[in-house]
């Protein structure tokens, strides 16, 4: 069955980087559009980024130009690169099979505090 595991998650400052990772297993990683989505505490599930299997990326406006969505398949990973972190990406962050966060695993919690 699909597995997936996030990890990478922490408590950090304003202005500072995190690199999340997901752990894919159960299906075939690089045959999959792999997305990032967040829930922030009180607030519904919000799509932040995609992956095509060509490689091809979008992204949420707020994020862009910060975050960079990335893939590896050789170890069915997938990562969020994002820096300059603001007070708002506070959030339990899932990686997914579609929008809706169709099986995502138990999160990660990024925490941006001073």
């Known amino acids: 069955q699909v597995q997936l595991v996030e990890s990478g998650g922490g408590l950090v400052q304003p202005g500072n980087s995190l690199r999340l990772s997901c752990v894919a297993s159960?299906?075939?990683?690089?045959?999959?559009?792999m997305y990032w989505v967040r829930q922030a505490p009180g607030k519904r599930l919000e799509w932040v980024s995609t992956?095509?299997?060509?490689?091809?990326?979008y992204y949420i406006d707020s994020v862009k130009g910060r975050f960079t969505i990335t893939r590896d398949n050789a170890k069915n990973t997938l990562y969020l690169q994002m820096n300059d972190l603001k007070f708002e990406d506070t959030a339990l962050y899932y990686c997914?099979?579609?929008?809706?966060?169709?099986?995502r695993g138990q999160g990660t919690q990024v925490t941006v505090s001073s």
């Open positions: 992956i095509g299997i060509t490689g091809i990326t």
């Open positions: 159960g299906f075939t990683f690089s045959n999959a559009q």
């Open positions: 997914a099979l579609d929008r809706s966060g169709t099986g």
